[in-house]
């Protein structure tokens, strides 16, 4: 087996790579390869995107969601969500299911 380090899209910290030259079989190293998992799941950031709240009737209010958003997540009408007020600045929904 020879080993080289490699570098991964997204990470800072190169990964050891153990490759055999005649199978072309390869594996990584576990901790070189959790680090640059870690710096990439560190890189990612949720979906924001700006939407209008709408005025429905008897003083109700409502929100639209995109509908890639509600085809990513499965989301069908008449599904309960469950939501919750964690401060003034946040409305969590989460997924009933």
């Keep these: 087996m020879k080993s080289s380090w490699i570098t991964i899209q997204d990470a800072k910290s190169p990964v050891l790579s153990h490759q055999c030259p005649k199978c072309s079989y390869f594996d ?12 990439i799941k560190a890189k990612e950031t949720a979906l924001k995107m700006k939407q209008k709240i709408i005025k429905l009737s ?27 007020v964690p401060d003034k ?5 989460e997924l009933g299911n």
């Design 28 to 39: 990584f190293d576990g901790k070189t390869m959790e680090k640059a998992i870690s710096e």
């Design 58 to 84: 008897h003083n109700r209010l409502g929100i639209y969601l995109n509908k890639d958003v509600a085809r990513t997540l499965h989301l069908k009408g008449g599904e309960e969500v469950l939501i919750s």
């Design 89 to 93: 600045h946040k409305l969590v929904v």
